[in-house]
């Protein structure tokens, strides 16, 4: 009897443990790169690619969440210093491509070393256009953009969008933040 209730507690006590363990989130690989005098965190599943234009400095192939179609970029433009319009204009002209929005935008500000960093969150239904001057795009219902520029203190603004399926956005926000909130100068 004693023998049984030993093996019963010894059971009991090993499975916060073994649950504990499997419950551990795991974390997610990750890779540090540069972009103009900064370098970020982004994840190894973040693939890096060749800026499908000239106005692009870096561009990450985004993996879709199940059930999304497309192909997701996050995608960051630098024009030069003092150049690329101001942060409140880029804000205006990234809401401006939702018709319509559905009115829980929000916009943060923030700074992280010499970075003055300011972040917008956006959803509704994007007008997709294949170029910006386009003159009509293809309405995209329950899309995401998160977006940010991001100041450098020497070289001015960059420019980095994400946009795409809302689920998809939605399983990327981390990463996305996680990025910001780690950017340091490169040395």
Do not use: C, H
């Amino acid at each position: 009897m004693k023998y049984g209730m030993l093996l019963a507690a010894a059971a009991v006590m090993s499975m916060p443990l073994t649950a504990w363990s499997e419950d551990k989130p795991k974390e997610e690989p990750t890779d540090v790169v540069k972009i103009g005098p900064a370098k970020y965190i982004v994840p190894k599943a973040w693939k890096r690619q060749a800026p499908s234009n000239t106005m692009r400095v870096a561009q990450f192939g985004i993996p879709l969440a199940e059930g999304d179609k497309g192909k997701i970029e996050l995608t960051v433009f630098y024009f030069g210093p003092d150049q690329g319009g101001s942060v409140d204009q880029n804000i205006a002209r990234w809401l401006g491509q939702f018709k319509p929005l559905e009115g829980k935008e929000k916009i943060e500000k923030f700074t992280v070393g010499d970075f003055d960093i300011t972040k917008l969150d956006a959803s509704g239904t994007y007008e997709y256009k294949p170029f910006p001057a386009a003159p009509q795009g293809e309405l995209m219902k329950d899309w995401r953009m998160l977006a940010a520029v991001v100041e450098t203190v020497e070289n001015g603004p960059y420019f980095f969008r994400v946009v795409g399926p809302k689920k998809t956005i939605d399983a990327q926000e981390k990463a996305f933040i996680n990025m910001l909130k780690t950017v340091t100068a490169d040395e």
